[in-house]
């Protein structure tokens, strides 16, 4: 069980891996896998139905999935789709409709499918069609009818494989001119001479024959009778030539004189080489190319030294594998032929020496390619005969990934070299560069890339136009190079852009892959030449400066053109935006102008807390919270005296006042004349009195009097305030204007919102006509009982003073009477 669910979720997650949305009810999926350029690689996905693509889509890449049908609306919608590949995916069935709606279609390709049968009636709308690739599918011959009668643009064709076996003529009517034409044939058994033949002109032509070389000479030679022509490239692939027989097809090429042949994937004898040699002589043939060659002889090719070859201008073998490596005779034995070739190439067929003997039968080599061999220094040094300029019209030479160490060996090989202007030294075993070296005058293009070079001396010649030291191990470059057109430092270790005053001619510049941080405007100035620059696949670090400079700089104004693309150029740091190309960079104001922002920003929270304080100020706030801290601080020291007293007397103390008095200085003649005398000191019951019998003196509280000398102002007021059954508010204009008074006040007032007082305990007395609206707006509570409140008005009429008294005593006593 535990298995099973394993490889559950292992097929869940292939599953999800390869992009597809779920489909639960059998409908077709979708794949948005596309680019910026409208290319959508659908590969791979393990699609069974041509998934969902948008209309938009130029290229579309459905190769090696599971399709088996194209119905006729599986592509219906993509009229502007220029390739589609249907590669390896298995198609058995396609609708005729099917690529109807895909007029703007330049390319398909059906190859490694299993269609059994070819349809016209696929192609009849694709007049646009300029690529068909139909290779190895089981179909055993084109059809009927013409297949391809409509496809007037198609300019590359490939068809065939294993199982075709039959051409006629008119297969390929309609097709008038081909670039290219690729026909796999190994198995066929039945060719209508001309079948091939109605193409003209023809560019080039790739042929896989195994079969009829090897069973049907006749077969072949009309195949190849078709398709040679003296300017059209023959290419053969998958041959085994062994004995005279086997090259007998090609006298119908030698007879139309062919010029250029190739051969790939082939097993050769050495009896095959002689008699192809022998059919070839004073054919006018110019290039002979070979790719992966087995050489089954012992390279005894004598018999072919009388040959005329003279017209053979290009020789290029690679991958060569000689079966019998120990009884293979030297190279001697093409001497007849070696003579004429200007351009011969042998690569990676594991030469390890060239004698010098066989050097100086290439008289009139111009071009010398032996890279990817098993040359050394001592080796090539034979095969140079020792730098005595034997190749003395040689002018390009490539060595390059050869066991070659000594830099200084292969510029006194090549000294004497009068016309070398290419040297291709690279991939090699380059570890360190000698401070002078030889080199020709005329050379003008060297390549020592992928070496393990660290420093550069002046060894490198002056005269260099085109210089590539790409992924080496440098970390700098300063050496003077006069004129110098292109400078390859790719995949080096360099931390900035070389000086450009060292490269005064300099054009292009290719500095990919280093570790490169940046680069200014003053860096490309110093280059005053400079027109194309490759600096993408750095770690640049992407500051306000340098997302700028590229994005304002280079992409809209400067000289230099970045080369290799904006998508090149991605955020390394800061850490936020790795991996986040510099042209879509955005950075704020905060991150690239600090100084101002910070400026800025001290300036408006300047100006913000000036006009908040101002605020404040007009609404008291700061009135509110200093009398706020002075209440809670004197509250807390009244809190500790009361605790003092329960604890020692054990009961809670009672008021000693009957009331505290607020005034006004300028009124204590009124308080200390009238209110004082007419509360505190005994009086006579007189006959109008409603309190006959009953008065006793009242105890006031006057801060003049009775505050502790010594003690905190606040605490003397909370002291007053706490012991006095009543606060009575002496009110007037002297009371609202008096600076001693109004702090007074304000301890009183905030007493009045402890959760112990109330309204009924203020006792408010106007000496004067006093309005509300004169009492200061912060004074909110006192401003609320004159609203709420009755309060007694000092009378102007002497008649009704007694009223006035007999008022205020009735109030100061209420609790009293409260209490009885």
């Given at each position: 069980m535990v298995q099973m669910t394993n490889l559950y979720f292992t097929l869940l997650f292939v599953y999800l891996c390869r992009g597809q949305r779920s489909n639960p009810d059998g409908e077709r999926s979708s794949c948005d896998h596309c680019d910026q350029w409208?290319?959508?690689n659908c590969s791979h996905g393990g699609f069974t139905r041509v998934p969902i693509v948008t209309g938009r889509a130029l290229t579309l890449d459905l190769s090696f999935n599971d399709i088996t049908v194209v119905t006729s609306e599986d592509l219906t919608g993509h009229r502007r789709l220029r390739v589609l590949s249907l590669h390896g995916n298995g198609v058995a069935t396609i609708h005729p409709s099917a690529f109807d709606s895909l007029w703007s279609l330049e390319e398909l390709d059906l190859s490694d499918n299993q269609l059994t049968a070819l349809n016209d009636k696929w192609f009849r709308r694709?007049?646009?069609?300029?690529?068909?690739?139909?290779?190895?599918?089981?179909?055993?011959?084109?059809?009927?009818?013409?297949?391809?009668?409509?496809?007037?643009?198609?300019?590359?064709?490939?068809?065939?494989?294993?199982?075709?076996?039959?051409?006629?003529?008119?297969?390929?009517?309609?097709?008038?001119?081909?670039?290219?034409?690729?026909?796999?044939?190994?198995?066929?058994?039945?060719?209508?001479?001309?079948?091939?033949?109605?193409?003209?002109?023809?560019?080039?032509?790739?042929?896989?024959?195994?079969?009829?070389?090897?069973?049907?000479?006749?077969?072949?030679?009309?195949v190849l009778a078709d398709v040679t022509y003296p300017e059209t490239p023959l290419v053969l692939?998958?041959?085994?030539?062994?004995?005279?027989?086997?090259?007998?097809?090609?006298?119908?090429?030698?007879?139309?004189?062919?010029?250029?042949?190739?051969?790939?994937?082939?097993?050769?004898?050495?009896?095959?080489?002689?008699?192809?040699?022998?059919?070839?002589?004073?054919?006018?043939?110019?290039?002979?190319?070979?790719?992966?060659?087995?050489?089954?002889?012992?390279?005894?090719?004598?018999?072919?030294?009388?040959?005329?070859?003279?017209?053979?201008?290009?020789?290029?073998?690679?991958?060569?594998?000689?079966?019998?490596?120990?009884?293979?005779?030297?190279?001697?034995?093409?001497?007849?032929?070696?003579k004429y070739p200007r351009k011969v190439s042998v690569i990676n067929s594991r030469v390890y020496v060239m004698p010098c003997n066989t050097s100086h039968l290439l008289s009139s080599l111009q071009y010398l390619d032996l890279s990817d061999n098993l040359l050394t220094d001592l080796t090539l040094a034979e095969t140079m005969c020792n730098g005595d300029g034997t190749m003395k019209d040689l002018r390009v030479l490539n060595v390059s990934g050869n066991a070659l160490k000594s830099l200084l060996t292969v510029s006194r090989q090549v000294t004497k070299l009068s016309k070398l202007t290419h040297l291709d030294i690279s991939r090699t075993g380059y570890s360190s560069m000698p401070e002078a070296c030889s080199w020709p005058s005329t050379l003008r293009y060297l390549n020592i890339s992928g070496a393990k070079l660290t420093t550069i001396t002046p060894c490198l010649p002056q005269t260099l136009e085109v210089l590539d030291l790409s992924y080496n191990d440098l970390k700098a470059f300063l050496l003077i190079m006069p004129v110098l057109r292109e400078l390859h430092l790719s995949g080096n270790k360099l931390l900035k852009l070389p000086p450009g005053w060292l490269f005064p001619n300099l054009q292009?510049?290719?500095?990919?892959?280093?570790?490169?941080?940046?680069?200014?405007?003053?860096?490309?100035?110093?280059?005053?030449?400079?027109?194309?620059?490759?600096?993408?696949?750095?770690?640049?670090?992407?500051?306000?400066?340098?997302?700028?400079?590229?994005?304002?700089?280079?992409?809209?104004?400067?000289?230099?053109?970045?080369?290799?693309?904006?998508?090149?150029?991605?955020?390394?740091?800061p850490l936020y935006l790795q991996g986040e190309p510099v042209g879509q960079v955005q950075l704020s104001i905060v991150v690239c102008q600090r100084v101002l922002f910070v400026s800025v920003s001290c300036g408006v929270a300047l100006f913000v807390g000036i006009l908040l304080c101002v605020l404040l100020w007009r609404l008291h706030a700061f009135w509110y919270v200093k009398m706020t801290w002075a209440w809670l601080r004197a509250k807390r020291s009244s809190m500790r005296r009361r605790r003092r007293r329960r604890d020692r007397t054990g009961s809670e103390e009672l008021p000693s006042y009957d009331a505290f008095v607020s005034y006004s200085e300028r009124d204590a003649s009124w308080v200390e004349n009238f209110l004082v005398p007419e509360l505190e000191e005994p009086r006579e019951n007189d006959e109008d009195s409603v309190d006959q019998g009953t008065l006793r003196p009242l105890t006031l509280c006057l801060h003049k009097r009775d505050f502790l000398p010594g003690h905190w102002i606040v605490d003397n007021i909370m002291s007053a305030m706490e012991r006095s059954r009543r606060t009575v508010f002496v009110l007037s204009e002297n009371?609202?204007?008096?600076?001693?008074?109004?702090?007074?006040?304000?301890?009183?007032?905030?007493?009045?919102?402890?959760?112990?007082?109330?309204?009924?305990?203020?006792?408010?007395?106007?000496?004067?006509?006093?309005?509300?609206?004169?009492?200061?707006?912060?004074?909110?509570?006192?401003r609320k009982l004159m609203s709420s409140t009755t309060y007694l008005e000092w009378p102007r009429d002497e008649e009704r003073i007694g009223e006035f008294w007999r008022s205020l005593r009735h109030a100061l006593r209420g609790e009293d009477q409260n209490d009885d």
């Amino acid at each position: 069980m535990v298995q099973m669910t394993n490889l559950y979720f292992t097929l869940l997650f292939v599953y999800l891996c390869r992009g597809q949305r779920s489909n639960p009810d059998g409908e077709r999926s979708s794949c948005d896998h596309c680019d910026q350029w409208l290319t959508c690689n659908c590969s791979h996905g393990g699609f069974t139905r041509v998934p969902i693509v948008t209309g938009r889509a130029l290229t579309l890449d459905l190769s090696f999935n599971d399709i088996t049908v194209v119905t006729s609306e599986d592509l219906t919608g993509h009229r502007r789709l220029r390739v589609l590949s249907l590669h390896g995916n298995g198609v058995a069935t396609i609708h005729p409709s099917a690529f109807d709606s895909l007029w703007s279609l330049e390319e398909l390709d059906l190859s490694d499918n299993q269609l059994t049968a070819l349809n016209d009636k696929w192609f009849r709308r694709l007049e646009a069609l300029q690529k068909l690739n139909l290779l190895n599918n089981p179909y055993s011959c084109l059809g009927s009818r013409p297949v391809f009668r409509r496809l007037v643009r198609l300019r590359r064709l490939a068809l065939g494989g294993p199982a075709l076996e039959k051409l006629k003529r008119g297969d390929l009517s309609g097709v008038t001119e081909l670039d290219e034409l690729t026909v796999h044939g190994n198995n066929l058994t039945s060719y209508e001479s001309g079948a091939l033949g109605d193409v003209w002109p023809l560019g080039r032509v790739t042929l896989s024959l195994h079969g009829p070389f090897l069973k049907n000479t006749t077969l072949a030679s009309a195949v190849l009778a078709d398709v040679t022509y003296p300017e059209t490239p023959l290419v053969l692939e998958d041959l085994h030539l062994i004995g005279n027989e086997s090259v007998q097809p090609f006298r119908e090429s030698a007879r139309r004189r062919v010029r250029k042949m190739a051969f790939n994937n082939i097993l050769v004898s050495d009896e095959a080489i002689v008699n192809f040699l022998v059919v070839m002589d004073g054919v006018p043939l110019t290039s002979l190319f070979m790719d992966g060659v087995t050489l089954t002889g012992e390279g005894r090719w004598e018999g072919a030294k009388q040959t005329d070859l003279k017209s053979i201008d290009e020789f290029f073998v690679r991958n060569v594998v000689v079966l019998n490596i120990f009884k293979f005779a030297s190279l001697l034995q093409l001497g007849f032929m070696l003579k004429y070739p200007r351009k011969v190439s042998v690569i990676n067929s594991r030469v390890y020496v060239m004698p010098c003997n066989t050097s100086h039968l290439l008289s009139s080599l111009q071009y010398l390619d032996l890279s990817d061999n098993l040359l050394t220094d001592l080796t090539l040094a034979e095969t140079m005969c020792n730098g005595d300029g034997t190749m003395k019209d040689l002018r390009v030479l490539n060595v390059s990934g050869n066991a070659l160490k000594s830099l200084l060996t292969v510029s006194r090989q090549v000294t004497k070299l009068s016309k070398l202007t290419h040297l291709d030294i690279s991939r090699t075993g380059y570890s360190s560069m000698p401070e002078a070296c030889s080199w020709p005058s005329t050379l003008r293009y060297l390549n020592i890339s992928g070496a393990k070079l660290t420093t550069i001396t002046p060894c490198l010649p002056q005269t260099l136009e085109v210089l590539d030291l790409s992924y080496n191990d440098l970390k700098a470059f300063l050496l003077i190079m006069p004129v110098l057109r292109e400078l390859h430092l790719s995949g080096n270790k360099l931390l900035k852009l070389p000086p450009g005053w060292l490269f005064p001619n300099l054009q292009t510049l290719t500095i990919q892959a280093n570790t490169l941080n940046r680069f200014n405007r003053a860096d490309l100035q110093s280059y005053r030449r400079l027109q194309d620059l490759r600096a993408g696949q750095n770690k640049f670090a992407c500051s306000c400066d340098f997302v700028y400079f590229l994005k304002s700089g280079i992409k809209g104004g400067e000289d230099v053109h970045l080369a290799d693309g904006e998508e090149s150029y991605v955020c390394d740091s800061p850490l936020y935006l790795q991996g986040e190309p510099v042209g879509q960079v955005q950075l704020s104001i905060v991150v690239c102008q600090r100084v101002l922002f910070v400026s800025v920003s001290c300036g408006v929270a300047l100006f913000v807390g000036i006009l908040l304080c101002v605020l404040l100020w007009r609404l008291h706030a700061f009135w509110y919270v200093k009398m706020t801290w002075a209440w809670l601080r004197a509250k807390r020291s009244s809190m500790r005296r009361r605790r003092r007293r329960r604890d020692r007397t054990g009961s809670e103390e009672l008021p000693s006042y009957d009331a505290f008095v607020s005034y006004s200085e300028r009124d204590a003649s009124w308080v200390e004349n009238f209110l004082v005398p007419e509360l505190e000191e005994p009086r006579e019951n007189d006959e109008d009195s409603v309190d006959q019998g009953t008065l006793r003196p009242l105890t006031l509280c006057l801060h003049k009097r009775d505050f502790l000398p010594g003690h905190w102002i606040v605490d003397n007021i909370m002291s007053a305030m706490e012991r006095s059954r009543r606060t009575v508010f002496v009110l007037s204009e002297n009371f609202v204007q008096s600076d001693w008074c109004r702090y007074e006040l304000d301890f009183s007032h905030f007493q009045l919102f402890d959760g112990n007082a109330g309204g009924d305990e203020a006792i408010l007395i106007l000496l004067e006509p006093l309005s509300k609206d004169d009492i200061p707006k912060r004074f909110c509570k006192l401003r609320k009982l004159m609203s709420s409140t009755t309060y007694l008005e000092w009378p102007r009429d002497e008649e009704r003073i007694g009223e006035f008294w007999r008022s205020l005593r009735h109030a100061l006593r209420g609790e009293d009477q409260n209490d009885d």
